[in-house]
């Protein structure tokens, strides 16, 4: 990236093909290819952060831009209110005697959405880049939103990524929904929401988690599946399972982990395959630090990723002219020094008080 800067900002509608190309590096329904289904996505950001009605989400993209001019798009986050389509999701929370309790999370909460990261640009920092700038937008600008917390939901190890399986569907969920004699009931409520065959649990544990509905999954928890579950049937595996996260998203967690602290804690599963969700108070994520002077050098020595923004103004304006810009620099202190390179591609100045993370 020495030649290159990458900046994080909210999408725009010449971002789409771009953004859709970077969206086919995540197996998620929630960062789709479809065009058309990315350019609702970008008309709902957009819309949302215009000032006019509610806001409900704000959609961002990582633009990489080179000393020639050229540009294009290497990866897409979002902070989405839960509940603002009337769905509030369904976890099962954890007691002090080891057993787990369903219940429906309403807080006032923005989500993080999947990061996408396009294949020939990951390594690169942009997904660490794109996690921080939403933090500090969550924290900036939360108030616009009438939220108090931040939330994450990871996909837990799985044996197939595909299917969604794991212990905690093969070995305790769908064994539970045979006890209580709702597992054809299931396969029958899923085969009819979605239109596909379900003959297998395998299927049906795909069909749950890559195609089926928020609402109509939250129906089908709250229909057939127990309110309790035991501390019996939460075996030494499946708890592992509530703990961790898969290894592609182990990086994503770390990232969070390292902006809230101990604030950012788990407070529920995901009642399919058991993905833990974390959350923290809004209030605990980056303000930056500085302003501080930029320093401008022909050359560097040791260089580290820096994300370096100017100070935010208020309001949906603000957010709508957000922008942190990732780079190859040096720290001394708090003082920040780029290449002239750098400073040519972003738009810096040799003194320009910025801010960083």
């Known amino acids: 990236m020495e030649n290159s800067i990458i900046d994080i900002r909210p999408v725009q509608e010449d971002d ?3 953004l859709a190309s970077s969206n086919s590096s995540l197996n998620s329904p929630h960062a789709p290819t479809n065009l058309a289904a990315v350019r609702r996505i970008i008309a709902a950001s957009q819309g949302s952060i215009s000032g006019k009605g509610n806001p409900t989400q704000v959609n961002v993209v990582a633009e990489e831009r080179f ?73 900036r600008y939360g108030a616009l939103f009438g939220v108090r917390n931040v939330l994450s939901d990871f996909l837990p190890p799985l044996n197939n990524v595909d299917t969604k399986e794991n212990a905690f569907w093969d070995d305790m969920i769908v064994e539970l929904l045979r006890e209580n004699g709702n597992l054809a009931e299931v396969m029958a409520y899923c085969q009819e929401k979605t239109g596909i065959s379900i003959s297998d649990t395998t299927t049906l544990s795909s069909v749950i988690g890559n195609i089926m509905s928020d609402a109509d999954r939250n129906v089908m928890v709250d229909r057939f599946f127990p309110k309790d579950i035991p ?49 923290a108070p809004v209030e605990k994520g980056p303000i930056g630090e500085g302003p501080t002077p930029l320093q401008v050098r022909d050359e560097l020595v040791n260089r580290v990723k820096i994300l370096l923004f100017r100070p935010l103004a208020a309001g949906f304006e603000g957010l709508r002219n957000f922008k942190a810009t990732l780079v190859d620099g040096e720290m001394n202190g708090n003082s920040v020094t780029v290449s002239k390179t750098t400073a040519q591609i972003a738009g810096f100045i040799d003194g320009e008080n910025l801010m960083k993370i």
Not at 96 to 122: I, K
Not at 254 to 274: C, H, T, Y
Request: proline share 6%; aromatic share 6%.
């Open 16 to 18: 789409a093909e771009g």
């Open 231 to 279: 501390a019996e049937r939460i075996t030494p595996e499946i708890q592992t399972i509530m703990e961790n996260v898969n290894g592609p998203t182990e990086a994503a967690r770390a990232n969070l982990i390292k902006i809230f602290g101990n604030d950012f804690r788990i407070i529920g599963v995901f009642p399919i395959n058991g993905g833990p969700n974390y959350v």
């Open 67 to 139: 000393l020639n001019g050229e540009s294009r798009i290497v990866g897409g986050g979002a902070l989405v209110k839960m509940g603002s389509d009337g769905e509030y999701p369904i976890l099962w929370r954890p007691n002090a005697d080891g057993s787990l309790t369903r219940s429906r999370y309403t807080d006032p909460t923005l989500e993080f959405g999947g990061v996408s990261v396009a294949r020939d640009a990951q390594g690169k920092g942009v997904g660490k880049g794109i996690t921080a700038a939403r933090a500090l937008i969550a924290k």
